[in-house]
């Protein structure tokens, strides 16, 4: 039984898929084929049904996944500590981040604190929707990433930072228009949403699903970051940060619609498997002391 061997099983089952884990391996399919293969002749069991090509968790490799994920942390824990004692960590730190404003990403802090206390490691964002930070992380392309969802993704680790809400921001000329109306009649007006697979497109869809109702989108924006000023010119109805709409309802420059809300949650993802990596380790730290208000490393 090798470490390699363990590292396939662990990428097959989280990703569900032997192209894509053979790729974020670096390896061939037959070559992540055989691995797997060796290890299940060194257990003595089954770890995938074979079924017309594909491979599916059996039951052995449901009981054994999280073992396996157990010693793949152990050992990059080890490594993080033998590395600990030749230097500093140096590298690329590959973070993605949701379409959001960076005050409330607190990115500014985060480079800071690299800057700082990880001298020689390049920080690199990269601005996508939820659905592919998570698919990104898990097979290896991003280093870790900061996340907006309303549960917690699966087969990663999520370490949640802080609660966030969503209002319902109309520009005025709209909110006249549904003064007096309901979810249908609110569905019915022109809506600004974001990339599918994103945190803004996943909860406003969540929200008038909950109606039986879908909303009519006329403008589907990469940036939700800078969403309000599209209400406030107008352009359509849009969810926008609880802080940033009250706001902007204060100023005058929309209306917020009633007491709706989307709730979600800012966290941290990373493969579990690569938790014990010396560079997670360190970035793990930092986030606690920017967020959590944790020691510092």
Known sequence: MEIYQIRAFVKVARLGNLTRA????????????AQIKALEQSLGVALFDRNA????????????????????????QLRSE????????????????????????????????????????????HVLPTV???????????????AVAARPPLGLQWTPLRSVHYRIALP?????????????????????????????????????????????????NDDHANLDALVRAGAGCALLREEIAMAGAAAGDFVVWGNARAAATLGFVLAPERAGEPLLVALESVMQKIWLGGPAA
């Open 22 to 33: 053979a790729e974020a391996l670096c390896l061939t399919q037959p070559a992540v084929t």
């Open 53 to 76: 090509g594909r491979l599916t968790l059996a039951k052995a490799g449901e009981v054994l996944l999280p073992t396996a994920e157990a010693l793949l942390a152990l050992g990059n």
């Open 82 to 125: 033998a590395r600990g004692l030749q230097g500093a960590l140096h590298g690329v730190l590959d973070l993605g981040v949701p379409s959001e404003q960076p005050d409330f990403l607190r990115l500014g802090e985060l480079a800071s604190e690299v800057t700082q206390r990880l001298p020689l490691i390049e920080l690199k964002t």
């Open 132 to 146: 592919q930070l998570s698919e990104q992380v898990m097979a290896g392309r991003l280093t870790a990433a900061l």
């Open 172 to 220: 005025h000329e709209q909110a006249e228009a549904v003064k007096r109306g309901g979810w249908r009649e609110l569905a019915q007006l022109p809506w600004l949403d974001g990339p599918a697979g994103s945190h803004a497109h996943l909860l406003l869809r969540e929200m008038f699903e909950r109606h039986g109702l879908a909303p009519r989108v006329v403008m589907q």
